[in-house]
């Protein structure tokens, strides 16, 4: 009977060792494993935040350059409603209204994250930029394929002085339809320009997407203003 009570003793205390082992061992094995899987997580976050917040230099000069690009464009294509005679050149105002203003709030927001400047409009850029000459574009021949250069005074490729837009702004009817497409066309080319940059040498992911954004739908768009113009 003694016997029987010991062994019943020893199995129960062995039991019991086992059990506590196992448990152990699971607690183990969850917290090696949810550290692991915590670590990894918080790598990929911060690797996936590294990335996504990676830029360089040019990233920070095509957006200081691209956003007061659009927004001289948005001043212009504003224009068009009032003072354009076709239904297409009023079309295309609107449609580069309605693409280029989210991207200049885009912009905006890179610029504040970086802690860099943020330009505020064009007419303050146009006013600032050394070597702007505000005259340059008096007595300009505004006629289709007159091959004018409009960037030689504003420091960007395409932009307008302040002549070119007070001539664009006097402007009414067919008049008004041949200065903006001409305008717009040269003001296109220099945004393909800057993102064709931005898309080579830039590091910041959401930039250079843009600048391929840019790069296909102002590429169309030239060749529409072209073909309204009745160029080849």
């Known amino acids: 009977m003694r016997n029987t009570r010991t062994l019943t003793r020893r199995a129960a205390v062995t039991a019991a060792s086992v059990t506590a082992a196992l448990v152990l061992a699971a607690c183990g094995n969850d917290s090696s494993g949810g550290h692991a899987g915590g670590h990894s997580s918080v790598s990929s976050s911060a690797s996936a935040d590294a990335t996504a917040g990676a830029h ?12 007061p690009h659009h927004q001289q464009a948005l001043e212009m294509a504003e224009l068009a409603a009032d003072r354009a005679s076709s239904a297409e050149v009023k079309d295309l105002a609107s449609r580069i ?8 709030r885009t912009i905006g927001g890179w610029l504040t994250s970086w802690g860099e400047n943020v330009p505020t409009s064009s007419d303050s850029t146009k ?66 320009a800057m993102a064709t940059t931005e898309r ?14 840019i790069i296909t739908a102002q590429t169309t ?10 160029n080849s």
């Open 56 to 67: 360089n230099a040019q990233d920070v000069s095509f957006a200081q350059g691209m956003l």
């Open 97 to 104: 209204e309605k693409a280029q203003d989210p991207e200049i």
């Open 127 to 192: 006013e600032s930029m050394p070597g702007t000459d505000h005259s340059a574009g008096s007595g300009m021949d505004h006629s289709a394929g007159s091959g004018m250069d409009h960037s030689a005074g504003s420091g960007m490729p395409g932009m307008m002085d302040g002549s070119d837009m007070d001539e664009l702004e006097k402007a009414s009817g067919t008049d008004f339809d041949t200065m903006f497409l001409t305008m717009m066309i040269d003001h296109h080319e220099g945004a393909v």
């Open 200 to 213: 080579s040498k830039g590091e910041y992911g959401p930039a250079t997407s843009m600048a391929d954004d």
């Open 221 to 230: 768009e030239i060749a529409k203003m072209n073909k309204l113009l009745g």
